[in-house]
């Protein structure tokens, strides 16, 4: 079973950025699509970000335009890059490949002044 490891999440502002990572224990090569999600406190989990094997992105309009998901498969890395962040983008953001049914074990973002 794949194992994802995210980081980068913290403390930030209104208007603030930070860039999550998603460390996959197996090479990025093999995972073709690649997702991330984020779940508020009582709420659903909600589909934030897609990218293909083929790098089409795709995106909710709640953070279209500010969010960029992207891959680097020389570092075996996906990342997530959140602009102009608000606070209810406050979440744990999770990182997950779903045709391994893989789940990271999420990562804190907390926007608020």
């Known amino acids: 079973q794949v194992q994802l490891v995210e980081s980068g999440g913290g403390l930030v502002q209104p208007g603030g950025s930070l860039r999550l990572s998603c460390a996959p224990s197996e090479s990025i090569f093999s995972m073709n699509t690649m997702k991330w999600y984020r779940q508020a406190p009582g709420k659903q989990r909600e589909w934030v970000a897609t990218i293909t094997g083929g790098l089409g992105t795709y995106y909710p309009d709640s953070v279209k335009g500010r969010f960029t998901i992207s891959r680097d498969n020389a570092k075996n890395m996906v990342y997530l890059q959140m602009n102009n962040l608000k606070p209810e983008d406050t979440a744990i953001y999770y990182c997950?490949?779903?045709?391994?049914?893989?789940w990271g074990q999420g990562t804190q973002v907390t926007v608020s002044s």
């Open positions: 997950n490949v779903p045709a391994r049914g893989a």
